[in-house]
Antibody, heavy 119, light 111 residues
Framework: QVHLVQSGAEVKRPGASVKLSCKAS????????IHWVRQAPGQGLEWIGW????????RYSPKSQGRITIARDTSATSVYLDLNNLQTEDTAVYFC????????????WGQGSLVTVSS | QPVVTQEPSLTVSPGGTVTLTCSSS?????????PNWFQQKPGQAPRPLIY???NKHSWTPARFSGSLLGDKAALTLSPVQPEDEADYYC???????????FGGGTKLTVL
């Protein structure tokens, strides 16, 4: 059974950093890409980045480039999202989702991690 | 950065048919952009419905179908059920830019 289990909610001050995790199980971790998607309160979905756990290749949205880092630990079958210099507009639920190889099929999603940035 | 556009809101009666569309600011949405469709209800993670234009997941109800309509991707629901009231998002992949972009979402009301 495929599962993506994300880390818990975080509350941070502006300017701080946060590291979110997405632990995968039930499939071959290095075969499937992992995307991070966020959703600000009352807003739509926003793609922010991707990693291929097999190669560690990453891609980021132009808006996120330079402010986020996505990494993986194959021994822990986990992907991490680092966000730095947090601003209030980074307040959102962050989701991870896996992409099946070769099919652009985003079939399983984590439960989401709420990040609240407030002074 | 390309912009992907969806109808902000649509209203449909139970038992009716509704088509949601997804367009791109930089050209036609084709199968090369691998359009996906997701349903999201309040407080929940997105639920995948359609991948690669028209392929259904094992859990996707038969009343949902994906297609290309002119230069747009389309999601058709027929017959609509009350539980289909939700937000719907399309996602396209711009391979040349290696970028994924979501549409702004369509709020579907079943009334």
């Amino acid at each position: 059974q495929v599962h993506l289990v994300q880390s818990g909610a975080e509350v941070k001050r502006p300017g701080a950093s946060v590291k979110l995790s997405c632990k995968a199980s039930g499939y071959i971790f290095t075969d499937y890409g992992i995307h991070w998607v966020r959703q600000a309160p009352g807003q739509g979905l926003e793609w922010i980045g991707w990693i291929h756990p097999g190669s560690a290749e990453t891609r980021y949205s132009p808006k996120s480039q330079g402010r986020i880092t996505i990494a993986r630990d194959t021994s822990a079958t986990s992907v991490y999202l680092d966000l730095n210099n947090l601003q209030t507009e980074d307040t959102a639920v962050y989701f991870c989702t896996r992409e099946a190889p070769g099919s652009r099929n985003y079939d399983y999603w984590g439960q989401g991690s709420l990040v609240t940035v407030s002074s | 950065q390309p912009v992907v556009t969806q109808e902000p809101s649509l209203t449909v009666s139970p038992g009716g048919t509704v088509t949601l569309t997804c367009s791109s600011s930089i050209g036609a949405v084709t199968s090369d952009l691998s359009p996906n469709w997701f349903q999201q209800k309040p407080g929940q993670a997105p639920r995948p419905l359609i991948y690669y234009t028209s392929n259904k997941h094992s859990w996707t109800p038969a009343r949902f179908s994906g297609s290309l309509l002119g230069d747009k991707a389309a999601l058709t629901l027929s017959p609509v059920q009350p539980e289909d009231e939700a937000d719907y998002y399309c996602l396209v992949f711009y391979g040349g830019r290696h970028q994924w972009v979501f549409g702004g979402g369509t709020k579907l009301t079943v009334l």
